[in-house]
């Protein structure tokens, strides 16, 4: 058998994270088993599809890696790779009308004229009493003049499935199991609002079997459709597909998730700085895992160890945390020209001259083990671009007077005046001032371990933050002048703030 498998979103909305671990997971299936993976756009609701939301889906899959085999043309959306095409529902509707024909032909299918108000109520009624909300089969005895009748008078109508009474509909899934249920419990649903306007349940029947897909691998939202579905296979004597539907994707309480905890699509990820490795790798653990330590994995390692046998039953929780952890694995493996291209959005503003690409890269190059995302840089690295300014307070470790963070600050000033510019990098900086350091707080009668007297000092003078990479690697990227600058600078924060006694 041809492994062929199908992503089939409807364009009504951004492509979100679920839908993408949907695509990934029929990806790695079809590229274990040298089958073909197919992406077919489900733009049946015509209200609610827009282009728009269709481009968005094409870009992020592309984005993300995951290159179907056959549906629309990479680059002109219009066209069609493959040979089981259109890949388009809307282009497909003289074949739905083709097998619409066929059922009402054969009397498994049925106008129904029955309106809506009156379907209400009726579905109210048998949930009042406790029963499954199905349809009373009153259409179905209809004799053939009347249908036509009240379809000559143009009676609003839509096409129900005649489904067969108090039948086992029996299917095995591979992630869930055997799963039964009895097809009284489905009653005559809906699968057209008119011959030309197939309904979700019946379009995808009609086009898994023209596309011969073997394999349904979806959400389990989907999982009530299936029976649906297979009873209209049977009807139409299509061939048996298997079925796996993974895990419901939830926020880290167990709710449903939500925009709130990242329920955002893959291109606000995007947005965000996330990279694309990240997101597969991250994805790929949402209801399966291979059984090992092993967390990093790549696409190229996944289409080798994924296994639908290995999904999980349970909910799969979604935890930003751990794509924040892969995101910045992913981001420590590049290199600073990759890093470079890869944040020119979020760094362009930066770039005044020529020369700041290249200390753009030297920062990239330390500041890329301090980030869980791109979009983190601007604010991560803006104080190596502008004027920064900062409480005095700020400069001040533990007890530190006034009197001695000028002292401090006298003294590297001195240090750093004799060092030649040729030595101006991170490791002979250290050397010296890490030995400095120690002296200084002996001088100031502190432990001679506590080095931060002078480092912490040092290191705010030339950042104005809290938190920042380590001043050796800052001022080798900074340069000799400007680090001087910056320390003087903070000798007049220091002096311009301090009351009369020169005290903290
Ligand atoms: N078009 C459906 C959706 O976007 C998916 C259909 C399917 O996978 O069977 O939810």
Redesign the pocket.
Known sequence: MKVRV?????PTGYLHMG?AR?ALFNYLFAKQNNGSFILRI?DTDKERSKKEYEEDIIKSLLWLGLKWNEGPDYNDYSNYIGDHGPYRQSERVSLYKKYLEILLNKGLAYYCFCLPEELEAQKNYLISIGKPPVYSGKCRELKKEEVLKKLEKGERHIIRLAVPKDKIIKFNDIVRGEIKINSSIIGDFSIAKGLEEPL?NFA?VVDDYEMEISH?I??E??IS?TPKQIIIQQMLNFNKVYYAHLPLILAPDRTKLSKRHGAVSVMEFKKMGYLPESIINFLAFLGWNPGTDKEIYSLQELIKDFSLERIQKSGAIFNIKKLDFLNSYYIKQKSADELFDLSYEYIKDFIKQESDKDKIKKILEVYKTRINKLSDLPTEIDFFFKDINYPKDLLRWKDATDTEILLCIDKLEDTLDNIKEEDFNRDYLSQVLLKEAQEFAKIINRDEKDRGYMLWTLRVALTGKKFSAGPFEIMEILGKKETIRRLKKAGEIIQKNSNGNNDN
């Open positions: 199908r992503l089939a979103p409807s839908t949907v489900e979700y995808v349904i979806r959400g939202d989907h459709n």
